[in-house]
């Protein structure tokens, strides 16, 4: 199988350099593309010039939304002009003699609510976008965005939700698949939560929500995908920004400097965020009954907690020619957080008497650092639909995890945990368009992951006056998994406004592992043909109606697969399982959009059934007299999930956006010997208001219900923030106030477990957290360089012929196609 799809990638790869030639000849047609409401000009318009059926040239309009065929042949032509927002045009019957220069003025577009590929709100510009497979999140448009993460970023989108420590979830589950630029990136391979605090807010163009990924998109993520995208200047010339933030409990720095000239181009990016003051109260209690004897546990935890890290990148493109286009970025992150803190426990047995009273001191370190190099190459042709791209990309984190414990004052013991991940991955994408309403998306892609886990546990010897490697509690993972995949979909596009995109992708896993309990582990190989299928509908009076099926894999990760076990709490452990399946997730999603004036409301209803769901699971053993939590992950039987949400973009003036959303969802889950449902949802809302003299404000809050887990609840919490923002020499740069959870102290958690396997054998659980977050926060940002427009020397304005696709940080193929 591996032979067969490498020799069609390498027989597709040969037909798809080909392209068509237009005829030789030495007219020229030009114009402009306008807004039919507003006359403004239309930059980065597809424009595609047609002889006899067949595409012999197309373009992107430029900035001041002019294109320009060159070495027309006399005769007879058609002209197709599609953009994201506006109804597709066609221009029949244009004459053009040899030696001639047809300019055809002013072409007026027509503002359309809703495409095949896309569904664009007009008029005012729009916070939130609905398009066939996904929701977008434009968030260099709100500016409560200033000075912030990707973590305060992905609060505020629709479906989304993300808890204290950063972990992201969708509709309610915590399988989401993140993309930087539509790529994977090592910077979330050891800590989702870290690595979204190290993406300034002021880089982020916009987050993607994919629900229903087409068969071109990697298979993991059994929720769905969030793809975040970043800002990318593509101006010609010297350009930059700097943004400065200065808080009670953090303070950021993040600048960039692009450099442009002709057909290349150099983009420099560096970061910097530290936190601080970050307070951690907590109160835990435990019962558990074992063969009918009580204990009872009682843990008090006060600590605190810092962190601090950079994120750095630079880009090389180069314009072979207005059609090909090469790009290398190489990233690098690096992140170290702390933290000391004494716990309090107190263990009582079944007569209530006490056991033991511990204060136990814990001195915490975690640092990491990951890089990522990537290269892209693409290639457009006569048809601007028509697209070859190639990636590859090679991507290295490297974790250190310790700590220290003195108990009631006395050395107790220690750990270190030292990992390394690896992945190294090929693509190639096509697209190729079958006449004027179907497109043709084939590729394949190849991943070579491996995972490095060396994890030592130390006890101190009284004897010595030192620590000594405990070699029962220490253990070793080295994980191999390799992936290689194929994919083929099309897109129709049908009479009365109908639309269908279905393909299919094959995926094999192949895996070795070996870890201290077993060598050469013997984990089988799998394939997977994940489906995926929808149907849309627009409507003539501004809405649509969409319905997709697709099917998704969920392969572990290193956080569930490591065996090493954290023995930082002696009375609560955790560790992971090598031996873990994939889960497999069933999803259809029925979502309807409606659009009045520069206003939207979307709605949808999904199911999503997991098979084989991979999940925590805790229970109390005796250790040494003791009772002793251990949790870890296991494949349960089902995990089923049905829900509703409906979010919102209201501009009820032209100074003043309101928008949020609601969340409601039901789970099932049950592994044949425990099982639990309930109810869950979140809501968010967002408003904000332009004020004269360049002033504005916006208002921010978010609140998620406990979710339903196999042994119980975790986590609800609220969150919100305010900001104040000035714009300043002529808006070039602003300064900001924000205020984070001022009409609150602190925030608080609350979670429970409980497993009872008979009245002998069970024990119940809560957990009480509470982090002081009230914080204030002032921000200035400024950009710098000028642009020149009389096209000489390294400061003119260089016409761009890209479109949005991955090198440019866009839709990566999803955008427009007709």
């Given amino acids: 199988m591996k032979k067969l799809l490498l020799g069609f990638l390498l027989l597709f790869t040969c037909f798809s350099v080909t392209q068509v030639k237009g005829q030789a000849g030495n007219a020229t ?22 002889s006899a059926g067949k595409a012999i040239d197309g373009t992107l309009t430029t900035d001041n939304g002019k294109f320009k065929f060159e070495g027309v042949k006399g005769g007879t032509y058609k002209i197709l002009v599609s953009f994201v927002g506006y109804q597709p045009l066609s221009l029949e019957n244009i004459a053009v003699k040899n030696n001639a220069s047809l300019n ?192 009872y546990l009682t843990q008090l935890d006060d600590s605190r907690s810092v962190r601090a890290g950079g994120r750095y990148s630079g880009t090389f493109d180069y314009d072979f ?38 204060l136990r001191d814990i001195d915490q370190t975690d640092k990491s650092n990951s890089s990522d190099l990537d290269f892209t190459f693409t290639k457009r042709y006569a048809n601007p639909i028509q697209e070859l791209t190639i990636l590859a990309q090679v991507s290295q984190n490297n974790t250190d995890n310790y700590y220290t414990a003195l108990q009631n004052g006395i050395s107790a013991d220690s750990s270190e945990n030292q990992g390394k991940d690896r992945e190294l991955s090929f693509q190639l994408d096509y697209v190729q368009p079958l006449g004027e309403k179907v497109k043709w998306e084939v590729g394949g892609k190849g991943v070579l992951r491996s995972a490095l886990s060396d994890g030592q546990f130390y006890s101190y010897n009284d004897g010595t006056g030192s620590f000594a490697l405990n070699d029962s509690r220490s253990n070793f993972l080295d994980y191999d998994q390799n992936v290689l995949a194929g994919y083929s979909s099309f897109t129709f596009e049908l009479p009365n406004k109908w639309g269908v995109q279905a393909g299919v992708r094959y995926e094999k896993t192949t895996i070795d592992a070996e870890f201290k309990e077993l060598s050469n582990v013997d984990i089988p190989d799998y394939d997977n043909f994940l489906p995926s299928i929808t149907l849309s509908k627009r409507f003539k009076k501004a809405g649509s109606i969409r319905t997709s099926y697709t099917q998704r894999i969920q392969r572990p990760s290193i956080r569930y697969l490591n065996p090493f076990v954290d023995y930082s709490n002696a009375n609560s452990i955790s560790f992971g399982s090598p031996t873990l399946s994939p889960e497999l997730v069933d999803m259809l999603e029925v979502a309807m959009s409606t659009y009045f004036g520069s206003n939207s409301i979307n709605f949808s209803v999904f199911s999503r059934i997991e098979d084989n769901s991979i999940t925590s699971i805790s229970n109390v053993t005796r250790q040494d007299g003791l009772d002793v939590t251990e949790t870890t992950y296991g494949n349960i039987g089902v995990n089923k999930r049905y829900g509703s949400n409906i979010s919102m973009n209201l501009n009820p003036t032209n100074k003043w956006r309101l928008g949020g959303g609601v969340n409601v969802d039901y789970t099932y889950m049950d592994n044949r010997t425990i099982s639990n449902e309930g109810w869950s949802g979140g809501v968010n809302l967002n408003t904000s208001y332009s004020f004269p003299k360049d002033w504005a404000a916006s208002f921010f809050a978010f609140y998620r219900s406990p979710r339903v887990q196999l042994q119980g609840t975790r986590n609800g919490f609220y969150f919100h923030g305010i900001t104040v923002k000035k714009n300043i020499n002529k808006k070039r740069g602003s300064i900001g106030l924000g205020l984070e959870n001022p009409f609150a102290k602190t925030i608080d958690f609350k979670s429970a477990l409980e497993n009872r396997t008979d009245a002998l054998n069970y024990f119940i659980t809560s957990n009480n957290r509470s982090i002081y977050r009230r914080s204030i926060r002032i921000d200035f940002q400024y950009r710098f360089g000028k642009m020149e427009s009389d096209g000489k020397g390294l400061f003119r304005r260089k016409s761009s012929n890209r479109g949005n696709d991955a090198v440019d940080g866009g839709d990566a193929g999803e955008g427009d196609f007709r």
């Fill in 29 to 50: 047609i030009s114009g402009v593309i306008v807004d039919s409401v507003t006359n403004g000009q239309v930059e980065f318009a597809a424009v595609a010039l047609w």
């Fill in 104 to 295: 055809l003025g002013n072409i007026k577009l027509v503002g359309d609510n809703i495409q095949l590929d896309a569904v664009t709100v007009v008029g005012q510009s729009s916070l939130i976008e609905d398009k066939i497979d996904r929701l977008v999140y434009n968030a260099e448009k709100d500016i409560s965005n200033t000075g912030g993460t990707a973590e305060e970023v992905l609060r505020k989108v629709p479906m989304l939700s993300v808890d204290l420590d950063g972990e992201v979830e969708l509709r309610g589950s915590s399988n989401v698949r993140i993309l930087i630029n539509n790529k994977p990136s090592a910077i979330f391979a050891s800590s989702v939560g870290e690595a979204l605090r190290q993406i300034p807010s002021d880089q982020i163009k916009s987050v993607e929500v994919i629900t229903s990924p087409s068969a071109k998109y990697d298979g993991e993520g059994t929720a769905g995908i969030v793809n975040i995208i970043l800002k990318k200047n593509t101006l010609a010339g010297v350009t930059g920004s700097l943004n400065l933030g200065v808080g009670v409990v953090g303070s950021s720095a993040n600048g960039s400097v692009n450099l442009r000239d002709g057909k290349w181009g150099i983009s420099l990016s560096g970061s910097g965020r530290a936190s601080y003051n970050y307070k951690t109260i907590g109160e835990n209690t435990r019962e558990s009954v074992i063969d009918g004897a009580a204990t």
């Fill in 321 to 358: 020619d207005k059609k090909t286009n090469f790009s290398v970025t190489y990233s690098l992150r690096n992140r170290v957080s702390g933290s000391d803190g004494d716990q309090l426990s107190t263990l009582l047995d079944n007569n209530r008497d006490l056991i033991y009273e511990n």
